[in-house]
């Protein structure tokens, strides 16, 4: 991952300029499967408790079953191209959502620490989170490729270190 040089002083906290890095591809396939894994659970506790059976035998599944497949297609990729980062001299722009898109600007100053973290579908998809921490809570860019990650963590570490 290169940096481009700092841009003629853009007011980064006024949010003048939207944020333009995005998640690694496979963003995409960890969100299918975590929606995918969540609708399955549900389709077999309905089908298994019993009122689903009863209002049209299998049509009702099929059509929970119709709808995660529709769901874990089109979610992820309208998520996908909504998210977006960028780390300036003084602040990390966050631009997230599906269909309510958020964009939050930390302040480099307020960061207390950064990390990179790694779950289990994380780590079969060759990805990385990062996590940054503040007073007030903490902030995530997920799904980033594990060189990047890094990269990123030591670059906000730095720039907070000089802020």
Do not use: S
């Given at each position: 991952m290169s940096w481009p040089a700092?841009?003629?002083r853009v007011d980064a906290r006024r949010g003048d300029e939207p944020p333009s890095r995005k998640l690694a591809a496979g963003?995409?396939?960890?969100?299918?499967?975590?929606?995918?894994?969540?609708?399955?659970?549900?389709?077999v506790l309905g089908f298994a408790i019993g009122p689903i059976r009863d209002l049209g035998g299998g049509i009702v599944l099929w059509a929970v079953l119709l709808l995660l497949f529709a769901v874990a297609v089109f979610v992820p990729e309208l998520r996908y191209r909504r998210w977006?980062?960028?780390?300036?001299?003084?602040?990390?722009d966050i631009q997230h959502g599906t269909f309510t898109v958020r964009r939050t600007l930390v302040p480099l100053e307020r960061v207390q620490h950064v990390?990179?973290?790694r779950d289990v579908l994380e780590q079969l998809l060759d990805l990385s989170t990062v996590v940054v921490h503040t007073a007030a809570g903490s902030h995530t860019i997920p799904y980033l490729s594990d060189y990047d990650a890094i990269q990123l963590r030591d670059r906000i570490a730095s720039l907070a270190r000089d802020a």
């Open positions: 700092a841009p003629e963003a995409k396939w960890a969100w299918r499967l975590h929606l995918a894994g969540a609708w399955i659970a549900v389709a977006r980062w960028d780390v300036r001299p003084d602040v990390i990390d990179t973290k």
